[in-house]
C-alpha cells in the first residue's frame, strides 16, 4: 500500500503472449523501434542537401538532428511513468500516430523552421515508443525466453543505429530528400494497426497513483538543460553562456532530485537506483554506449584522414560491426540463464576496450582486414554485453516498475551516446588530428571501467519482484 491508497492489483502471475500472437507482437514492437532509433541518425548524410535546398547555414541545419534527438531525451522517463499508469499500449500507439504524422509533416514542411518543428513532433513519437518498447517486450514474452527477446531488441537497436546513413544515402540517389520521411509513412501505419490488434495491455497497475505534471516539466529542463550544456561545450559555446547555462542546470536538477526523492513512484526511478544491481547495470550501460560513440563517431575520420578511405569504402567496412552485433546479440540472449550477466557483460565490454585500444595503436600500414577484426571485436563485444545488461536491469524492477526501467535503459543508452559524441568534438576542439587516437584510449580506458563495474555484479543478489 502507497501514500494515499494507492495499491497494487492485477495478474502478478503475467507470463508473457502465446503463438500465432506474440510474433505479431514482437514484429509491431520491432518495426516502432527501428523506425524511432533510425530517425536520430538518417539525416546525417541528408544535411548538407538540405541546407542547401532550405537557404540555412550548416551550423543551422544541425536542429534537424538536435531537435529530434532533445526531444526524446526530455520526455523519455516522463512518458514511461505514463505508461505505467494508463498502459504501454496505450502509450506506444500515440508515439507511431505522433511518429507518422511528423514524418508526413517533415515531408512537406517545404522550409526550415517548419521542418524543425515536425522533427519534434517526430521526437515526442519516438520518445512514447522507446520509453515503452522495452516493457511491452517482457510483457510479450514469457519469463523463460525473456533472454532472447532482449537479445533479439538489442539487435534491432544495433542495426537500426548504423543503416540510417546508408539508407539516407540510397535515397538521395534516387529521390530528393523529402523521401527520407516518407518512406516512415507506410511502415507507421501498418504498424499501428498491428499494435491495436496484438499489443497486451499491461497486467498490472496502480490504483490511486496519479500523473505528475510538475515532475515532468522538471524533468524535461533537467535532461534538456544537461545535453544542451554539454553539446554548447563540446562544440566552442562562449564558456559565459554555458557557465550560465550549468548554473541553471545544477538549480533545476537540485529541485528535482529534492522533489523525486519523496515520491513513492519516482519519475525519476530512485526507488530503482537504489537497487545496486539495477543501478550498477544502468552505469554499465551508460559507459558502454560511450564507448561505442567513441568509436562510431571518430573512426570515420581516422579512416578518411589517415588512410585515405572515401565515404562509400568507410560505410562499407563499417558494416562489420553491425552484422556481428545481428548474430551475437540473439546467442548472448541465449546464454542468459546459462552464464551470470555479470560475466557476459564483463567479457562483452571487455571486447569493447579491445577493440578501442587496437585502433587507437593502429599501424600506419594497415589491411582491409585489419580494420575488419577490429570492427568485428567491438561488435561481438557490444552484442555479448547488451542483451545479459538488459536482461538483468529489467529482471530487478518489479512488474508495477517495468516502465520506469524501460525509460531508464533508453535514457541510458541515449545519454551514453550524447556524451560520446560531445566527448569526440571536444576532442576535435583540444586535440585536432590526433583527436580520433585520444577518442580511442579514452573509449578503451571508459570500457575497462564498465568491465570492472560489470564483474562486480557478481556479488550482488538480484531482485526479481
Known amino acids: 500500500m502507497g501514500q494515499d491508497g494507492e495499491r497494487i492489483v492485477g495478474n502478478l502471475d503475467w507470463d ?3 503463438k500465432p500472437q506474440i510474433y505479431y507482437a514482437v514484429a509491431t514492437t520491432f518495426c516502432g523501434l527501428f523506425l524511432s532509433v533510425l530517425d536520430g541518425t538518417i539525416c546525417n548524410v541528408a544535411l548538407p542537401t538540405i541546407a542547401v535546398e532550405l537557404g540555412v547555414s550548416p551550423s543551422d541545419s544541425i536542429w534537424i538532428i538536435n531537435a529530434f534527438q532533445l526531444v526524446i531525451m526530455m520526455l523519455l522517463l516522463p512518458f514511461a511513468s505514463l505508461g505505467e499508469l494508463i498502459g504501454y499500449k496505450q502509450v506506444y500507439l500515440a508515439g507511431v500516430l505522433a511518429f507518422t504524422g511528423g514524418s508526413l509533416f517533415c ?4 522550409g526550415f523552421h517548419l521542418l524543425v518543428a515536425a522533427r519534434v513532433v517526430q521526437g515526442i513519437g519516438a520518445a512514447m515508443i522507446m520509453s515503452v518498447n522495452t516493457s511491452l517486450i ?5 519469463k523463460r525466453h525473456l533472454g532472447k527477446g532482449i537479445g533479439l531488441n538489442a ?8 543503416t540510417g546513413p546508408s539508407l539516407a544515402a540510397a535515397i538521395l540517389s534516387v529521390a530528393t530528400w523529402e523521401w527520407i520521411f516518407a518512406i516512415n509513412l507506410p511502415i507507421g501505419v501498418a504498424t499501428f494497426i ?12 496502480v490504483v490511486g497513483r496519479k500523473f505528475n505534471w510538475q515532475d515532468t516539466l522538471l524533468n524535461a529542463a533537467t535532461f534538456g538543460l544537461m545535453i544542451g550544456c554539454i553539446e554548447a561545450y563540446s562544440h566552442g559555446y562562449d564558456w559565459h553562456h554555458v557557465a550560465m547555462a ?20 519516482p519519475m525519476l526511478p530512485f526507488d530503482l537506483l537504489r537497487i545496486p544491481i539495477f543501478s550498477m547495470s544502468v552505469g554499465t550501460s551508460i559507459i558502454s554506449f560511450t564507448a561505442q560513440q567513441l568509436i562510431m563517431v571518430s573512426l570515420p575520420f581516422m579512416l578518411m584522414h589517415n588512410f585515405g578511405y572515401d565515404a562509400t569504402g568507410t560505410g562499407l567496412l563499417m558494416t562489420a560491426s553491425p552484422v556481428i552485433i545481428a548474430f551475437v546479440a540473439p546467442l548472448a540472449g541465449w546464454l542468459i540463464g546459462k552464464i551470470h550477466p555479470g560475466i557476459l557483460g564483463c567479457i562483452g565490454i571487455s571486447l569493447i576496450s579491445l577493440s578501442c585500444f587496437s585502433f587507437a595503436f593502429i599501424p600506419d600500414s594497415i589491411t582491409h582486414f585489419g580494420i575488419v577484426w577490429r570492427l568485428m571485436c567491438f561488435g561481438a563485444g557490444f552484442g555479448l554485453f547488451q542483451s545479459p545488461n538488459n536482461h538483468i536491469l529489467l529482471s530487478s524492477a518489479p512488474p508495477h516498475r517495468t516502465g520506469s526501467a524501460s525509460g ?11 556524451t560520446g559524441a560531445a566527448l569526440v568534438a571536444m576532442m576535435f576542439n583540444f586535440f585536432d588530428d590526433r583527436a580520433p587516437h585520444n577518442a580511442m584510449l579514452l573509449g578503451g580506458a571508459l570500457a575497462l571501467a564498465g568491465a570492472i563495474l560489470s564483474l562486480m555484479r557478481l556479488n550482488t543478489s538480484q531482485v526479481s519482484r
Not at 539487435?155 to 548504423?162: F, K, M
Not at 498491428?194 to 497497475?205: F, G, H, M
Open 16 to 18: 508473457g503472449l502465446r
Open 107 to 110: 515531408a512537406l514542411s517545404g
Open 138 to 142: 517482457k510483457l510479450i514474452y514469457p
Open 155 to 162: 539487435t534491432v537497436v544495433a542495426i537500426a543505429s548504423v
Open 194 to 205: 498491428l499494435a491495436r490488434r496484438y499489443l497486451p495491455d499491461n497486467p498490472t497497475k
Open 246 to 265: 550549468v548554473a541553471v542546470f545544477f538549480l533545476i536538477a537540485f529541485v528535482y532530485i529534492r522533489t523525486q526523492l519523496h515520491r513513492d513512484y
Open 408 to 418: 531508464m535503459l533508453a535514457s541510458a543508452r541515449l545519454i551514453g551516446q550524447t
